[in-house]
């Protein structure tokens, strides 16, 4: 490096390791300096943050959602009756998914 005459602070810094700090450096015309700088291992440090927001549960309500796609109704043996298809998920009485003015009539299929 050409520099002109002067005195200088040389810093020589690298991730990981401690800052040293040359200063005060009197440069003359026509003279060539070396400035050496031993690098101390410094402390790493890394910070990590995690997020997560609480799961939200009813408590006051026991409702279960189960969802049937297009795959699984072309598949399952229901004969085309949507009541019959409740019957195919845990849990589920035939009788409480029929509308109390079809529960003394058959279910016409759809």
Partial sequence: MDLRPGTYTVTFTLEGFQTVKRE????PGE??????????????SEVI????AAT????????QVTRLDRNALEI???G??????????PGV???ALRPS??????PRPI
Avoid at 49 to 52: L, R, Y
């Fill in 24 to 27: 005060a450096l009197d440069l």
């Fill in 31 to 44: 003279f060539t300096m070396t400035v050496n700088g031993e690098l101390q291992i410094g402390q790493r």
């Fill in 49 to 52: 943050v995690v997020t997560a």
């Fill in 56 to 63: 939200l549960v009813d408590t006051q309500n026991a409702t």
């Fill in 76 to 78: 399952l043996p229901s």
């Fill in 80 to 89: 085309q009756n949507i009541w019959e298809l409740g019957q195919l998920i």
């Fill in 93 to 95: 009485a035939a009788e």
């Fill in 101 to 106: 003015a079809a529960r003394a009539a058959r």
